[in-house]
């Protein structure tokens, strides 16, 4: 079954407001990744963050990891028009194939 | 240079045709993938290679054919295309086949009409 899913599907903002987006999975997992989707290109990875790893910065991204709840968190900080996107979690299980499963992301929209 | 770059970027075809979609990354990695993106947005993987080597096939129909003539190279060929085909298709690659980024190309929006 598909490992993550995002929450909310999609969130709209106003400019300089921050944006937080949320992910949980189903299994145990070796680490998570956020990639961004801009409307009609390839997903762009943005932060990996491992299983013994609660938290990560980088720029005006922070992640959260909470593996006793499966879950983690993307938050934008100090949103710009150019961050409307589509966001991804992605992970890879401990067990089973060695892949990237996707969830549907949340579309992001920050207004001016 | 584009690191990973696949071609074409719009592909309009009719049902039963057979086509092909090729990707090509100059970023010296190891594995490629051939993700299908539907209408929803749901990101599904369809084939993993490492090394010129299947690792992963993920319940695709077998008119759903992958290529890998060396690890920079990784084509989709796509026999008697159906209706339910169309969707954006994505190439991707990664250092080793997990626990790291994966970079993806622009995507082919196949259309099958």
């Known amino acids: 079954s598909q490992q993550g899913e995002e929450d909310p599907q999609a969130l709209s903002i106003q400019e300089g407001e921050n944006a937080t987006m949320n992910c949980s999975y189903k299994?145990?997992?070796?680490?998570l990744q956020w990639y961004r989707q801009n409307s009609g290109r390839g997903l762009v990875h943005l932060i990996l963050?491992?299983?013994?790893?609660r938290e990560k910065h980088s720029g005006r991204l922070r992640v959260t990891l909470d593996t006793s709840k499966k879950s983690s968190s993307l938050l934008i900080t100090a949103s710009r028009a150019a961050d409307t996107a589509s966001y991804f979690c992605?992970?890879?299980?401990?067990?089973?194939?060695?892949?990237?499963?996707f969830g549907q992301g949340t579309r992001l929209t920050i207004n001016p | 240079d584009t690191a990973v770059s696949q071609t074409p970027k719009y592909l309009v075809t009719q049902m039963g045709n057979d086509k092909s979609i090729k990707c090509e990354q100059n970023?010296?990695?190891?594995?490629m993938y051939w993700y299908k993106q539907d209408s929803k947005k749901f990101l599904k993987i369809m084939f993993s290679?490492?090394?010129?080597?299947?690792?992963i096939n993920e319940t695709v129909p077998n008119r759903f054919s992958p290529k890998s003539p060396d690890k920079a190279h990784l084509n989709l060929h796509i026999n008697s295309l159906e209706l339910g085909d169309s969707a954006v298709y994505f190439c991707?690659?990664?250092?080793?086949?997990?626990?790291?980024?994966?970079?993806f190309g622009q995507g082919t929006r196949l259309t099958v009409v």
């Open positions: 991707a690659s990664s250092q080793v086949a997990w626990g790291t980024e994966a970079f």
């Open positions: 299994t145990s997992i070796n680490n």
């Open positions: 963050i491992r299983s013994n790893e």
């Open positions: 992605a992970t890879d299980a401990v067990q089973g194939a060695q892949k990237l499963v």
């Open positions: 970023l010296g990695h190891d594995t």
């Open positions: 290679y490492n090394n010129k080597e299947l690792i």
